[in-house]
């Protein structure tokens, strides 16, 4: 690759970055049907044709959006780390910060916004499981089969497993929070939830 062609991909990817934050701003503040092309142009100060030479619709800007945000949160939280030392320290320590993570105000706000247009846009919500909670089922499941290999756990399906183990550590903070129904549940900890998962 010549250096033209590497500087115009640079260009290209800061283009589409400055974009995707723009809509950003516009989606988390507004909500995806509020917000229009108009509002993102704004945000992200561009044209109205540079946003549309690289996202065709709005529907598609936020697709895009939505997967690059869930892969990057994601991968810098579900990390597998000291993987060589005791399994109940490894989860605890994935395991609060996931719980974090699903409670974090910005989560719930896209967790909601999501699912508010996941009906209408089918490709949103499969963008958003196929970025964030399968991305992370493959990365746990993957650690939970080592484990079973190497006689630390029994054998059993660790996909399965790692679906469990993600439910767990959410059961009980999650969707009270995400429904903003807390006041049916007995408040319970983080730290209580992950324990016990």
Same mark, same amino acid.
């Not at 723009?22 to 092309?37: H, I, K, T, V």
């Not at 963008?127 to 399968?134: C, L, N």
């Not at 992370?136 to 756990?153: H, N, P, S, V, W």
């Given at each position: #690759?010549?250096? @033209? $062609? ?7 990817? /800061? ?7 723009? &809509? ?71 395991? #609060?910060?996931? @719980? $974090? ?7 719930? /706000? ?7 247009? &996941? ?79």
């Amino acid at each position: #690759m010549d250096s @033209a $062609s590497a500087t115009n991909d640079n260009f290209d990817t /800061a283009k589409r970055q400055q974009i995707l934050d723009g &809509a950003r701003r516009c989606f988390l503040e507004m909500g995806f049907d509020a917000a229009s092309m108009n509002d993102i142009v704004r945000a992200a100060g561009v044209s109205k044709g540079t946003v549309y030479a690289y996202f065709p619709s709005k529907e598609k800007l936020f697709e895009a959006m939505v997967y690059v945000d869930r892969r990057q949160s994601v991968e810098q939280i579900v990390v597998i780390e000291h993987e060589d030392g005791p399994i109940e320290e490894v989860l605890s320590e994935l395991g #609060m910060r996931m @719980a $974090s993570q699903f409670t974090s105000h910005d989560q719930l /706000a896209y967790s909601r916004m999501v699912m508010s247009v &996941a009906g209408r846009f089918p490709a949103v919500g499969h963008s958003f499981f196929e970025a964030g909670p399968a991305f992370a089922l493959a990365r746990i499941g993957a650690y939970l089969k080592r484990k079973m290999d190497d006689g630390t756990l029994h054998q059993a399906d660790s996909e399965l497993c790692a679906m469990q183990f993600i439910e767990l550590v959410q059961c009980g903070i999650f969707k009270p929070k995400l429904f903003s129904a807390t006041d049916l549940f007995k408040h319970r900890s983080i730290e209580e939830v992950v324990k016990k998962a």
